[in-house]
């Protein structure tokens, strides 16, 4: 048998499909199992152990083009669709297979053996003049699952979290950085970029946190992509300690791997909802994440030992990137989560764990997160 799975999303939707790959691996051992995915994102599946195929394009229309007649060659038995958008509905649509399932666009469904709807991802609905947002009602990894009862037949869930494999040279090399830079010093990593400006914590709330920790004898990591480099720039600007040569920046330094390799030495990672978020969850790390416009029960970070911190504003979960309020209500729902409650779970957290995540034990079966409403 051989069976294809399709996401070409980004980051941390590539990391909410590995629990499915694990239970589709359980269910099939012998099945030749193959994801197709973003290459820029190579690094987060290339050495998933339950693959036997990665099949890595860019997302350009010429490639699409180029994609369907290699898939359509390699007769696939059973092709999972788990991204309800139109290059992965196209190639799932036209790829051949004996049995093509999942979320599709309404123009490709006519493909599809069987199509579900993906009850994690917002609605907008039109009522009149106004669009009514409504907010996804389960998580992500849990809608997979559905797809895979639903229309695989697949009656057992076998499910291990998230899930990342690294080389153990990038390993070796990741800690060989972290020595050279921090000793034995405990570290918190810090992401403070998001995709989405909604989802980003104020930069000044991020320094407070990052000189207190300092002041306390930790060391701080700021993580995060070439993106992030003018904001991370302006958080440190914020800081009293911002010459401590307990901080370091490797903001746009690192390659998926290495972020991965870099965040199994630390013992905390202070994170917006972002891609690097779900890698913190697959390393194991303890987290403390605040969400601003992104909608909690889709896409919280799947370990119960994490915890995510939100405030009650009425327009939160909005799903808009640009906040359209002024004034001082311009973002409430970030600026309204206080620097003392998040030091109060960092602390919560610290205290907990306390040690580099790849000494923590792995709990299996615990992914709902604390979360904790701000009053």
Not at 99 to 123: E, M, Q, T, W
Not at 331 to 344: E, F, N, R, S, T
């Amino acid at each position: 048998m051989k069976i294809l799975v399709i996401n070409l999303m980004h980051l941390g939707d590539l990391m909410l499909v590995t629990p499915t790959l694990c239970t589709l691996r359980k269910n099939f051992p012998t099945a030749h199992l193959a994801l197709l995915a973003d290459k820029k994102l190579a690094d987060l599946v290339q050495y998933n152990k339950h693959l036997d195929e990665c099949i890595l394009i860019d997302k350009t229309i010429s490639a699409l083009f180029k994609t369907i007649p290699q898939l359509r060659a390699k007769n696939f038995d059973l092709v999972i669709n788990l991204h309800r958008n139109e290059r992965a509905s196209a190639l799932a649509a036209f790829s051949g297979g004996k049995k093509i399932v999942g979320y599709s666009k309404p123009g490709f469904a006519k493909f599809f053996d069987k199509v579900l709807p993906n009850p994690s991802i917002a609605r907008h609905v039109k009522r009149g003049f106004k669009t009514e947002y409504f907010p996804g009602t389960q998580h992500q990894v849990h809608s997979h699952f559905d797809v895979l009862r639903q229309a695989c037949g697949i009656e057992k869930i076998f499910d291990n979290g998230l899930e990342m494999w690294i080389p153990d040279d990038v390993e070796r090399e990741a800690e060989k950085i972290f020595v050279d830079n921090f000793g034995d010093t405990k570290v918190v990593a810090f992401n403070i970029g998001a995709s989405w400006q909604t989802k980003r914590w104020l930069d000044s709330y991020f320094a407070q946190c990052a000189d207190n920790l300092i002041e306390r004898g930790y060391g701080i990591a700021f993580l995060g992509g070439t993106m992030d480099r003018e904001i991370v720039m302006s958080c440190v600007e914020k800081m009293r300690h911002k010459k401590s040569a307990r901080l370091k920046i490797f903001t746009g330094k690192f390659s998926l791997a290495m972020l991965a390799g870099f965040i199994d030495n630390c013992v905390l990672f202070l994170t917006t909802d972002s891609g690097p978020m779900h890698i913190g969850v697959a390393r194991n790390i303890p987290i403390v994440t605040m969400f601003g416009a992104s909608p909690v029960p889709g896409f919280y970070p799947y370990d119960a030992k994490d915890i995510l911190i939100k405030s009650p504003e009425p327009c939160h979960p909005c799903g808009k990137h640009i906040c359209p309020r002024e004034g001082d209500d311009n973002l409430a729902c970030m600026k309204k989560i206080p620097v003392a409650v998040v030091m109060k779970y960092v602390d919560e957290l610290l205290t907990a764990y306390g040690q580099p995540a790849k000494k923590i034990p792995r709990i299996h079966g615990a992914y709902q997160c604390r979360v904790v409403d701000v009053s």
